[in-house]
């Protein structure tokens, strides 16, 4: 089973940064959209950024202007630069990526958003 392993999570004050990676083992440019998602608790998972393999971009408008996604597909690898962090950005962060009809989950990593 494929599993994307995402790391970069912690704890940061309010208006630091943090760099989520995301990496797909095994799976070198078969891997199309990866995105990010997010679930704080008590709340629906909620798409934060995607990026397909031509590296057309889209954004939650809750972190336009703060955070960035990129990928290095060669490493068949996302980041997620979040900076400005907010209280209200903690959640799992989680990471999918599409190949071909199937979606892949990771098991998430926590960002903590201290005020």
């Known amino acids: 089973q494929v599993r994307p392993v995402e790391s970069g999570g912690g704890l940061v004050q309010a208006g630091g940064s943090l760099r989520l990676s995301c990496v797909v083992p095994?799976?070198?440019?078969?891997?199309?959209?990866m995105v990010w998602y997010r679930q704080a608790p008590g709340k629906q998972r909620e798409l934060v950024a995607g990026?397909?393999?031509?590296?057309?971009?889209n954004y939650a408008d809750s972190v336009k202007g703060r955070f960035t996604i990129s990928r290095d597909n060669a490493k068949n690898t996302v980041y997620l630069q979040m900076n400005g962090l907010k209280p209200e950005d903690a959640a799992v962060y989680y990471c999918a990526a599409n190949e071909g009809p199937e979606r892949y989950w990771g098991q998430g990593t926590q960002v903590t958003v201290s005020s």
């Open positions: 095994g799976r070198r440019f078969t891997i199309n959209t």
């Open positions: 990026i397909t393999a031509g590296g057309n971009t």
